[in-house]
């Protein structure tokens, strides 16, 4: 008898909690943080909507749930029609969609203010309950960055429409499909030497990704969470240069640090952007970088949700050992 209600009791406690909500849009599910959150929520039994553009490539979400759980459907979020197809009905509408740099009609202005204004405007005239907007750390309407100001003016049209949103403001976001540390322990394969912009002094709080989808999974089980932002960073503060000898450390590999001016910086960025399709950095990327991405004092953040940030140094390991030279992962294994 005492077996069998340990055995209920350890289930419920490993059974994913169940959300306040029968059916979940979120647009930019596909991407990095998309991914992690889809496969948590897909856990509680909700219909989740994918509005894309690209229908073929979200069917890899469908396995992640039962048949007919996960629902891919084209969407465009620069038309009013399509979006309200997309959250017509849904309890929820999560909005992850952002760009680094633009590119034609990708621009800052288009991506991170108005797609963002028009689905949190027809979430609420829809009938949505909850709102959640992804934003970024560092969003601020004074900032030097093109990025961080529209962030910024992203957060208040969505307030503006939808003010019950959550908003959430992450640091660096790393993770096994990130784009920054294994960009660098990419570069350490073929390169003598790493670049540190303005020196590396910039202070980063990076965040996993996987803490990120906890942290809005939590805020969806909290009435409180509503109307609230949260900036969510890692339990440690680096340098960049700090994060650079962190990633050297762990795929055993010695490269020189080399400290490379701000206007140096900008001139190579130009060129970057005027001569590849996906520049490694932008002009606007280096003002960016001029500013540290910390968490602010008094923010609310995982604590408050009930969570516990993993740090950088027990989740890299994990992925970043495939960055090794073969004979080192033997000595390692």
């Not at 596909?30 to 929520?41: A, D, E």
């Not at 759980?69 to 969609?97: E, F, K």
């Not at 910390?294 to 890299?316: M, N, Q, T």
């Amino acid at each position: 008898m005492i077996g069998a209600l340990a055995a209920t009791a350890l289930s419920a406690y490993l059974a994913p909690p169940m959300l306040k909500t029968r059916q979940i849009t979120i647009f930019g599910a596909t991407g990095f943080i998309g991914r992690h959150l889809v496969r948590r929520l897909a856990k509680t039994g909700a219909v989740i909507r994918i509005p894309t553009r690209d229908r073929e490539g979200a069917l890899i979400l469908k396995p992640m749930g039962d048949v007919a759980q996960i629902v891919p459907m084209t969407c465009s979020i620069r038309n009013d029609a399509s979006v309200a197809y997309a959250v017509r009905g849904s309890d929820t509408v999560i909005n992850l969609t952002g760009i680094l740099f633009e590119k034609g009609r990708s621009t800052f202005q288009s991506m991170h203010v108005e797609a963002a204004a028009r689905m949190a405007r027809l979430a609420k005239e829809l009938g949505a309950k909850r709102f959640i907007h992804m934003s970024a750390l560092g969003a601020d309407s004074e900032s030097g960055s093109a990025y961080a100001r529209s962030k910024a003016a992203g957060e208040d049209a969505v307030r503006m429409f939808f003010p019950g949103a959550t908003i959430f403001r992450p640091s660096v976001v790393f993770g096994p499909e990130d784009h920054f540390f294994n960009l660098f322990a990419s570069l350490a394969r073929i390169s003598p030497v790493l670049p540190l912009i303005g020196g590396g002094y910039n202070a980063m709080q990076p965040v996993y990704v996987g803490d990120v989808a906890d942290a809005i999974c939590a805020a969806l089980q909290s009435n409180e969470a509503a109307g609230n932002t949260y900036e969510l960073g890692g339990p440690n503060v680096y340098s960049f240069c700090e994060l650079m000898e962190l990633m050297l450390e762990i795929t055993r590999r010695t490269r020189f640090l080399v400290s490379v001016p701000w206007g140096l910086a900008k001139l190579q960025a130009f060129f970057m952007e005027n001569l590849l399709p996906n520049p490694l950095l932008t002009r606007d990327q280096v003002e960016l970088l001029k500013e540290d991405n910390v968490v602010s004092p008094g923010a609310k953040g995982f604590a408050d949700l009930g969570l516990s940030p993993a740090a950088a140094e027990f989740i890299l390991p994990t992925y970043l050992g495939r960055f090794r030279r073969p004979e080192d992962a033997k000595l390692h294994a």
